[in-house]
Nanobody, 120 residues
Framework: QVQLVESGGGLVQTGESLRLSCAAS????????MGWYRQAPGKQRELVAV??????NYADSVLGRFTISRGNGKNTVYLQMNSLKSEDTAVYFC???????????????WGQGTQVTVSS
């Protein structure tokens, strides 16, 4: 069993900051990549940022404002969100591409999501 648990969402005003955290636990052999996606009402889920060994990628809309990082234990991922805008309002989901004990392939796992609301 694998679990991804997010925390850190909330209600902030335009221009403020939030830091999201995600911790993966369970029968994990290794994690290749971790990332954050978001889904606003009536819209499709979209990539926000992803981090893998030696590489980070961001959506154009958050470049320069958001920073993704991995924890020292490597089973955690953070998203530092600065200069938040109303259009950043969405449910943010943590994703991990990982290999479970007993599996040969990497599979995608998702957290339950955390709400971020930016009020103007």
């Amino acid at each position: 069993q694998v679990q991804l648990v997010e925390s850190g969402g909330g209600l902030v005003q335009t221009g403020e900051s939030l830091r999201l955290s995600c911790a993966a636990s369970g029968s994990i052999v290794s994690i290749n990549a971790m990332g954050w996606y978001r889904q606003a009402p009536g819209k499709q889920r979209e990539l926000v940022a992803v981090i893998s060994p030696g590489s980070t990628n961001y959506a154009d809309s958050v470049l320069g404002r958001f920073t993704i990082s991995r924890g020292n234990g490597k089973n955690t991922v953070y998203l530092q969100m600065n200069s938040l805008k109303s259009e950043d309002t969405a449910v943010y989901f943590c994703n991990a591409r990982l290999k479970r004990v007993g599996n040969f392939a990497y599979d995608d796992y998702w957290g339950q999501g955390t709400q971020v609301t930016v009020s103007s």
